[in-house]
């Protein structure tokens, strides 16, 4: 059961991600910790590595879920 709690909160926190980026919400690109990544690459790029990013944790939480990636035992 721990994996499925795992796996959606990944889930809802990448597709978090990728909705706010693809929006082009203002609160979360003009963020404190998305200074860097817009620095770095501008604002469409930083936007691009946050859809990025929230792929791979989306995929991961669909791992954890669905049990493809194991959740390490205590």
Do not use: Q
Not at 40 to 61: E, H
């Amino acid at each position: 059961m721990e994996h499925i709690l795992v796996g959606v909160v990944l889930v809802a926190s990448g597709g978090f991600s990728i909705v706010c980026a693809a929006m082009d919400v203002e609160w979360f690109i003009n963020s404190r910790k998305a200074r860097l990544p817009v620095a770095l690459m501008g604002r469409n790029g930083a936007r691009v590595f946050y859809i990025v990013l929230g792929v791979i944790i989306a995929a991961a939480g669909i791992g954890f879920a669905t049990g493809l990636i194991p959740l390490r035992s205590k």
